[in-house]
């Protein structure tokens, strides 16, 4: 290819089909830990068959060996990847609300001080970045305001 895009498409497509809901995510997050069927339906308050079902769909995937839930040598590399986005969703929603906070300093009339308290109390809320993380981004942010002006 030639570096315009995404080398790998079609096999990206493929992983994401056959891991498109955040219950299948966290149930083969659960096979690759070594738990079992029952645990995981018990723990995530899924059905017997569903699981089952995508266990069928995993071994055809290449990603469960045929006779156990053990994971084959593609679905460990799968899982590491799988891991590996989980990691960066982290940095990703950090810079999302970092965005949200440059958008919010740049159309309101409040205080740095107002938007400081707003801002982590939305983040707990949200509780998708950290109250530590959020006043981490909020000084940045704050920082990068003050260079421009």
């Known amino acids: 290819m030639d570096n315009s895009g995404l080398e790998h498409p079609r096999l990206l497509g493929a992983i994401f089909d056959d891991f498109n809901s955040e219950h299948r995510l966290m149930a083969f997050d659960r096979l690759a830990q070594g738990d079992d069927v029952a645990?995981?339906?018990?723990?995530?308050?899924?059905?017997?068959?569903?699981?089952?079902h995508w266990i069928t769909d995993w071994?055809?995937?290449n990603y469960?060996?045929?006779?156990?839930?053990?994971?084959?040598?593609?679905?460990?590399?799968?899982?590491?990847?799988?891991?590996?986005?989980?990691?960066?969703c982290g940095d990703l929603e950090e810079e999302a609300f970092a965005h949200r906070l440059r958008d919010t300093l740049a159309e309101s009339d409040l205080s740095n001080d107002?938007?400081?308290?707003?801002?982590?109390?939305?983040?707990?809320?949200?509780?998708a970045v950290s109250r530590d993380d959020a006043e981490a981004i909020v000084d940045e942010v704050l920082d990068e305001t003050e260079t421009q002006e």
């Open 39 to 52: 645990t995981i339906v018990e723990d995530l308050d899924l059905t017997r068959s569903g699981v089952q």
């Open 59 to 61: 071994r055809d995937g």
């Open 64 to 88: 469960l060996e045929e006779d156990s839930h053990d994971l084959t040598a593609y679905g460990r590399a799968v899982h590491d990847l799988l891991t590996e986005i989980d990691a960066k």
């Open 114 to 127: 107002d938007v400081l308290r707003f801002t982590i109390r939305e983040a707990l809320k949200d509780s």
